[in-house]
């Protein structure tokens, strides 16, 4: 990603930073809890949370669109609490605002190779998509991943009569629905 000059600082802080450059600057080893990969593998990164701090759908017309989905599957994370294990390598960006491949926050994050989503970076936070996540049969783990509710559930394509909540736009902020 990085052309010619300085690197962009954003780089240099998580959760672009690499395990081992990690340990350099907190001055201890980064906690491999969990292990998510994109679909050629060559994007590969670490959580050091087994619980994300939420967990949601999202039935928005712009996931529908971006991921060629019917609705996106979401955690929340700290930005510390991930780590490329290659940086920036073999990353690319889209930032939905300015329509345009920048990391321009909000952006999307996919594998330049394989094209798979990754995540979306939020200024503050980091919403990886559970289903790159390897929980190699860890149910409690996996059970930690599974989403709590519902937003933009006004725009769906899909009933999910799950008995969560569902929000009409993003939640605590719009009305709850029905299902
Ligand atoms: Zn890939
Ligand atoms: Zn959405």
Redesign the pocket.
């Known amino acids: 990603m990085s052309g010619p000059g300085p690197t962009p600082e954003w780089q240099s802080r998580p959760p672009y930073t690499d395990p081992r450059q990690r340990e350099k600057d907190t001055g201890k080893p980064f906690d491999k809890k969990l292990e998510g990969t ?6 590969r990164y670490w959580l050091s949370r087994d619980k994300p701090l939420g967990s949601k759908y999202c039935h928005c017309t712009d996931c529908q669109v971006m991921h060629g989905a019917p609705f996106q599957w979401a955690a929340i994370v700290h930005k510390e609490d991930m780590s490329f294990e290659h940086g920036v390598r073999d990353l690319s960006f889209y930032s939905s605002g300015a329509k345009k491949p920048a990391h321009d926050l909000p952006c999307k994050v996919r ?1 330049d ?2 094209g ?1 989503l990754i995540m979306d970076e939020g200024r503050n936070m980091l919403l990886p998509f559970p289903g790159l996540i390897k929980f190699k049969g860890n149910e409690e783990w996996k059970a930690n991943f599974q989403p709590e509710q519902h937003i933009f559930y006004s725009r769906r394509v899909l009933d999910v009569p799950d008995g969560k909540p569902k929000w009409s736009g993003l939640d605590g902020h719009s009305q709850l629905m029905s299902e």
């Not at 994109?38 to 994007?43: A, E, I, Q, R």
């Open positions: 994109c679909h050629c593998g060559k994007v594998c190779n394989c798979s």
